[in-house]
């Protein structure tokens, strides 16, 4: 039950980030994209396992500031990558601090939905235990 939930969620936010990647500009394409990226790949995660806990959107965060380090080092231009080549686009061209406080909005959101889903599987378990 909670794999399909997390696949439903996980399609819902790859559409809404290809929307966002094909049509918008300025601050939804710059920051709301970096702040769903992070909620993206952890229902996709959870979509595998069952592991889902606290420590998992810090390890997305941190990845994250890695991918966001290769970019401002240009890796793409160090390794001959075509700027225009799907490759690029997936790993991205240009590294900047604010897309860092992007990810972490989108791991404070994980956190949130964490907390609630939290109380409401304890709440549950309460009333089925009445």
Known sequence: MKRSFY?????VLLITEIIIGAFATGF???NLGDVLVVC???FFICIFTDKCH???????FIF???VELL???DICGLLGIPKD???AVIIGTNGNIPDIFAYL???????VYLRFENVYNKRRCNYEHQ
């Open 7 to 11: 696949a439903a969620v996980f399609f």
């Open 28 to 30: 939804i394409r710059n």
């Open 40 to 42: 993206v790949i952890y």
């Open 54 to 60: 606290y420590t998992l959107p810090l390890m997305i």
């Open 64 to 66: 994250a500031c890695f």
């Open 71 to 73: 970019q401002y080092i």
């Open 85 to 87: 080549s799907l490759l």
């Open 105 to 111: 909005a989108g791991m404070a959101i994980i956190y």
